[in-house]
């Protein structure tokens, strides 16, 4: 069992930044392939990024690009997302997501994540 808790969410105007974190309780998050998940009222929980077991390789849904950031520290058991430039169509629920086979075929598929976070309220002003 892999506990996510997710903070750093919250109320901004357009064009400001948050920053996301997710700390996972156990000893294995270096071996987890981890990623950042949004669902908006009304619509389907869509890909926001994720990031490979090392943090070597990262990837972003092409509404995000050059916006966000997505890091992990595995000394710490965290994953954050540097939110920058935020729109009002960013204004969701956002989650952490770990994968624990490590792999990162299909990786924007909600249904290859194993753990989930709580979630996280990001509302964005225009």
């Known amino acids: 069992q892999v506990l996510l808790v997710e903070s750093g969410g919250g109320l901004v105007q357009a064009g400001g930044s948050l920053r996301l974190s997710c700390a996972a309780s156990g000893r294995t998050f270096y071996a987890y392939t981890m990623g950042w998940f949004r669902q908006a009222p009304g619509k389907e929980r869509e890909f926001v990024a994720a990031i490979s077991r090392s943090g070597g390789s990262t990837y972003y849904a092409d509404s995000v690009k050059g916006r966000f950031t997505i890091s992990r520290d595995n000394a710490k058991n965290t994953v954050s997302l540097q939110m920058n430039s935020l729109k009002p169509e960013d204004t969701a629920v956002y989650y952490c997501?770990?994968?624990?086979?490590?792999?990162?075929?299909?990786?924007?598929?909600?249904?290859?994540?194993?753990?989930w976070g709580q979630g996280t309220q990001v509302t964005v002003s225009s």
């Open positions: 997501a770990a994968r624990t086979d490590g792999s990162l075929d299909s990786y924007q598929r909600p249904s290859r994540y194993d753990y």
